[in-house]
């Protein structure tokens, strides 16, 4: 069939597409366009094309200032460790819950722990600034009744990780815990019985039966969140920091936010983005590589 | 036997465990309730640990007299209501075309789209496209950047895949143009995964801080959110005094204002969970 003849049979699926095309060539591919200014000196009047190129004096500059190496620490620390404690919690959560026989206890409880994937972060933020504070917080009250110096969390630089780890993990745990759990269902119950009648106990099948067979599941998602490592909640970031923890709380994209849109330096901030960008790129590239050489399924 | 003891006490230390991890999850929400409903006094006093002391919803009353709250509250209404709606039906007619073996470019449409995933330039270059087109202090702004959600069109264009193209061969036999076998057929079979997906873009709109704080200047067009960090983050004279915040505006106010803007996603909670959870589903399966 000629192109124009399936063109025109194809006439109203393409009227239908046609918003779905100008979206994304306007909102996913002009942003891209948009990145020029990385390389020039922005100037709102002049606009994208008549600013004055500049080459890579701005990628430069941010290379050699000391808070590129500060963003880099910052954001691969609060990743990491996001990583590190956040991970194993989701699959505990699921596997304890599969092993729980009471079945309307098992679900109130998985409804609960899901609740705050409802939340959103300003919410959970103030929560987290509610309970940490100095005078009103239950967490400061019990320190107090304890007979320790009450701790001013938010403003101690050593606290922050902590603080956003945790949280991270107390709103997100239910949520991913979903996905262990459909796959413990699909696990084939044949396998349980013949463990039966072979006389396993129940902490054996599930030493060699569930986590076994878990483990595709877990290899796929731990590539797949290292790959996404660099993309931390910015949104919490933003909202829990203060100046004194700029030190071990800016990220690539906080700083992005204060130094383009609060101090206008839209072309600076422009070139730390296209930094972050690609390394959060090559990073999802090779975890996705990995991901298909070690036998699981890639994103694509 | 001694296995079966064993089994037991097993499962008793398991349950024991999984009601902590439950209670501590809830905990922090039913305390923000009990306090927001408590009288003065034991709040003052720091009486009130978990279960509300003395009930009174002077706090409640004072929220909604701030006339920025309920304000804040019908804007996040409408541009939830809207920006989903605009969502869903893009997300639709996008879906559909790609979901047609035979669609014209289909190979080309669907890498273009599909590699917008990997490509993030960040928060300039989108703001000044949006600044460009003038959305700046437009509901517009809220809605259009982000109209269709790559992952969202995905999981519906394999769940139209999937419905039975004898569906689709019966009706353009009796000679249903394109437009009918998508809003008169596809669409209203696809309710369950239009559930799905409709409820996490509502759920992005309805919790959404970041967009309308950078695309918004015009406080009279704040969604909750932002007013929300505005009065319990920075708060009201927008110094940033996190240090001890909650002191300086009274504590059942804060915590009336944050249930206040949670009552409505707690209420549809119970309802939406299932199909919550094959959204989340569904997203991993392609991701």
Not at chain 2, 229 to 238: A, V
């Given at each position: 069939m000629g192109t124009l003849k399936h063109i025109k049979r194809d006439r109203q699926l393409l009227l239908l597409f046609l918003p779905c095309?100008?979206?994304?060539?306007?909102?996913?591919?002009?942003?891209?366009?948009?990145?020029?200014?990385?390389?020039?000196?922005?100037?709102?009047?002049?606009?994208?094309?008549?600013?004055?190129?500049?080459?890579?004096?701005h990628f430069i500059k941010f290379f050699s200032s000391n808070d590129f190496v500060l963003l880099f620490k910052n954001t691969l620390a609060l990743g990491f460790f996001t990583l590190i404690f956040g991970f194993p919690v989701p699959i505990l959560l699921a596997i304890s819950l599969n092993e729980l026989r009471v079945k309307w206890l098992k679900k109130s409880i998985q409804t609960l722990t899901y609740l705050p994937a409802f939340l959103s972060v300003v919410i959970i933020c103030s929560m987290v600034i509610?309970?940490?504070?100095?005078?009103?917080?239950?967490?400061?009250?019990?320190?107090?009744?304890?007979?320790?110096?009450?701790?001013?969390?938010?403003?101690?630089?050593?606290?922050f990780r902590t603080i956003y780890v945790s949280s991270d993990i107390w709103a997100t745990m239910g949520y991913e815990a979903i996905i262990y759990l459909a796959a413990i269902a699909g696990i084939n119950p044949t396998l349980y019985e013949a463990a039966r009648v072979d006389g396993c106990s129940r902490l054996k099948s599930l030493w060699h039966i569930t986590i076994p067979s878990l483990m595709p599941t877990i290899l796929v998602m731990f590539i797949l969140?290292?790959?996404?490592?660099?993309?931390?909640?910015?949104?919490k970031v933003l909202l829990l920091y203060?100046?004194?923890?700029?030190?071990?709380?800016?990220?690539?994209?906080?700083?992005?936010?204060?130094?383009g849109l609060i101090e206008s330096n839209y072309s600076y901030a422009a070139a730390v983005g296209m930094f972050e960008a690609l390394v959060a790129m090559t990073m999802l590239l090779t975890a996705n590589f990995i991901s298909r050489k070690a036998g699981g399924k890639g994103l694509w | 036997m001694v296995g079966e003891s064993k089994v037991n006490l097993f499962g008793i230390i398991n349950g024991l465990l999984l009601c902590c991890i439950a209670l501590m999850t809830v905990y922090p929400i039913i305390y923000i309730f009990s306090i927001s409903i408590s009288d003065t006094a034991s709040v003052v006093q720091g009486k009130v640990t978990l279960f509300p002391k003395g009930i009174n919803f002077d706090a409640y009353m004072e929220v909604l007299k701030?006339?920025?709250?309920?304000?804040?509250?019908?804007?996040?209404?409408?541009?939830?209501g809207f920006g989903t709606f605009i969502n869903l039906l893009l997300t639709s007619i996008a879906a559909y075309p790609l979901s047609r073996p035979d669609f014209i470019w289909r190979k080309y449409w669907m890498f273009g789209i599909v590699l917008t995933m990997f490509l993030n330039?960040?928060?300039?270059?989108?703001?000044?496209?949006?600044?460009?087109?003038?959305?700046?202090?437009?509901?517009?702004?809220?809605?259009?950047?982000?109209?269709?959600?790559?992952?969202?069109?995905?999981?519906?264009?394999?769940?139209?895949?999937n419905m039975s193209s004898q569906v689709r061969e019966a009706a353009v036999i009796d000679g249903a143009s394109e437009y009918r076998i998508l809003f008169q057929i596809l669409i209203p079979l696809s309710k369950p995964a239009l559930a799905s997906i409709g409820l996490f873009y509502f759920m992005g709109h309805w919790n959404s801080f970041f967009l309308p704080m950078i695309y918004l200047n015009d406080s009279s067009m704040y969604?909750?959110?932002v007013v929300l960090?505005?009065?319990?983050?920075?708060?009201?004279?927008?110094?940033?005094?996190?240090?001890?915040?909650?002191?300086?505006?009274?504590?059942?106010?804060?915590?009336?204002?944050?249930?206040?803007?949670?009552?409505?996603?707690?209420?549809?909670?119970?309802?939406v969970q299932k199909y919550f959870a094959k959204g989340v589903m569904l997203g991993s399966e392609k991701g």
């Open positions: 095309l100008v979206f994304y060539i306007i909102f996913r591919y002009g942003p891209l366009y948009g990145l020029i200014i990385a390389f020039k000196d922005y100037n709102v009047f002049e606009g994208i094309m008549g600013s004055k190129w500049v080459g890579l004096k509610d309970f940490l504070s100095p005078s009103t917080g239950l967490i400061n009250k019990l320190i107090a009744a304890l007979g320790f110096e009450k701790i001013y969390f938010l403003i101690m630089p050593e606290w969140k290292t790959g996404s490592m660099i993309r931390i909640g910015y949104e203060t100046p004194t923890t700029y030190e071990v709380a800016d990220v690539f994209s906080t700083y992005v936010y204060r130094k | 701030d006339e920025r709250i309920p304000r804040a509250y019908l804007n996040t209404i409408f541009y939830t330039p960040g928060i300039i270059p989108n703001y000044l496209i949006v600044q460009g087109l003038g959305l700046t202090d437009t509901v517009w702004a809220l809605v259009i950047p982000n109209a269709i959600w790559t992952m969202e069109l995905i999981i519906l264009k394999s769940f139209y895949e969604p909750l959110q960090r505005d009065m319990l983050i920075f708060d009201e004279g927008g110094g940033k005094s996190l240090v001890d915040a909650a002191a300086l505006a009274p504590q059942a106010k804060k915590n009336a204002t944050i249930v206040l803007s949670m009552i409505p996603v707690l209420m549809i909670y119970p309802f």
